[in-house]
């Protein structure tokens, strides 16, 4: 086991802080409104087999190379393999995770905007002019500046700490923290009077409203809900001790993103149904349809409070580990930590300044017809992040040592074999297969 002091002190703490940057807000609040769009059930379905088939052989795949080479995603690459070519994949991930950091930090200052207004109870006393007030918020420059920085300064606080001290510290209590919200919110949702149809509806089986274009939504949410692609995972498992067993790591990961994304169904489709809303409201959702419901419900101040909290701390524990990617790639020895960590926290606010002006100041700024802050989201969604699923399916098929690779994997246990050979067989024929026809649809 690692004697560095950015070793994680236990599986449990692994999977916790892992589970955490996964399940950001693309498990609580894009799933919702994406079942939704096409069909519930069905959009369910097929995003629970592509969690299997793509997002569970890739988490593995990040997790090997990380431990396999104890070492940060840029130096994972360039240690197992002396190809120049491959140095790409972790330098991707790099330049991946900050132009990343630069939009979902906005989204980041929005949501702890609307927390600060939801337990402040300013949200509902606005008499349902909520897309009103949405605007005027993303609109107000100073307004969105500020609430970015604090929500940086907070990443930095944690991240000063570092890995034992910092992040997992912190994820043990925000992770649970997170799931007796949804409890709450659960429990609320389903002693609704249309709780029922609200369940049909997530659960139940409407061809009518699935299309081929869901089936790839669904295809592309398996990988994008598990933080996989930018190496953030490679960072996170170069910290794991050897004893432990990757495949279960990675399965308890990815059931966690599961039950969470479920839970936000079963949370959201009984209250939209309850009070008369479109369950495909889209990504208005959040900041628009759920205060209108709320401020018809009994308590309702106190329940968005506690959903924008839940919101609050998935945003945070995800962007933990993309600001954790970057700050090991720069200081591989983690000496001065301090000081990259308030360099990189500065540059990194200083680049989220244009998408955090892009609905103010800089509306008038487009890119390929986009504002600044979608036109990042294009890229880095649709482009880079598959990119970088692809080229890590390839290497650990095509490029690492088979011994290294089957040693990490099975931790020389030969029950695992079974287990090894159907994993190898996803991430080296299926997986770059699936992730190429996501790309060649999001583009």
């Known amino acids: 086991m690692r004697k560095s002091k950015n070793t994680w002190s236990s599986q449990l703490a692994f999977i916790i802080s892992s589970a ?3 399940i950001g807000i693309g498990a609580i609040w894009k799933f919702p409104y994406m079942a ?6 069905l959009f369910l379905l097929s995003f629970l087999l592509f969690t299997f088939l793509i997002g569970v052989p890739l988490l593995i795949s990040e997790f090997i ?3 396999a080479s104890g070492k940060n995603a840029v130096k994972a690459y360039d240690t197992l393999s002396p190809t120049p070519f491959w ?4 330098r991707l991930g790099v330049v991946g995770c900050f132009l990343l950091l630069s939009f979902y930090s906005v989204v980041g200052g929005w949501i702890l905007i609307y927390s600060y207004l939801g337990v402040t109870n300013n949200i509902i006393s606005q008499n349902n002019n909520y897309e009103t007030l949405f605007n005027d918020i993303i609109g107000n420059s100073y307004i969105v500046l500020l609430g970015v920085f604090i929500f940086i300064i ?3 606080v944690v991240l000063y700490f570092g890995v034992k001290k910092g992040i997992e510290k912190v994820s043990k209590v925000l992770f649970p923290a997170m799931l007796m919200i949804f409890i709450i919110l659960v429990v609320k949702a389903l002693t609704l009077s249309d709780a029922g149809k609200g369940l049909e509806f997530f659960f139940g089986i409407h061809p009518e409203k699935f299309s081929t274009e869901g089936l790839l939504y669904a295809l592309g949410q398996s990988f994008f809900s598990l933080a996989v692609g930018f190496s953030c995972m490679v960072t996170y498992s170069s910290y794991l001790s050897k004893k432990e067993n990757i495949p279960r790591a990675a399965v308890s990961v990815a ?3 599961i039950i969470v994304s479920i839970l936000a169904g079963v949370t959201i489709f009984p209250i939209v149904y309850s009070f008369n809303f479109e369950p495909t409201a889209g990504p208005g959702l959040l900041f628009i349809v759920l205060p209108s419901i709320f401020s018809k419900m009994a308590f309702g101040s106190l329940f968005l409070a506690a959903f924008l909290l839940l919101f609050l701390f998935a945003t945070l524990t995800s962007s ?5 990617v970057i700050i090991a790639a720069f200081n591989p020895r983690d000496k001065g930590r301090g000081k990259i960590v308030f360099i990189i926290g500065l540059i990194v606010f200083l680049s989220t300044i244009p998408a955090s002006l892009s609905f103010g100041t800089l509306s008038h700024v487009t890119v390929a017809g986009k504002s600044i802050f979608d036109a990042t989201d294009y890229l880095v969604s649709n482009i880079l992040l598959p990119i970088g699923c692809l080229l890590i399916s390839l290497f650990v098929s095509f490029r690492m040592d088979k011994a290294m690779i089957l040693e990490e994997f099975t931790n020389n246990h030969t029950k695992s074999m079974i287990y090894f050979k159907i994993w ?5 024929y299926i997986v770059p297969v699936l992730i190429i026809i996501v790309m060649l649809f999001s583009l």
């Open 36 to 41: 939704g769009q096409f069909g519930g059930g």
């Open 87 to 90: 140095k790409i994949t972790g």
């Open 154 to 156: 907070l990443n930095m």
């Open 320 to 324: 933990f580990s993309l600001f954790e």
């Open 255 to 257: 059931t966690m993103n």
């Open 65 to 67: 190379i990380g431990r």
């Open 20 to 22: 955490g940057a996964a």
């Open 424 to 428: 190898k067989f996803l991430v080296r």
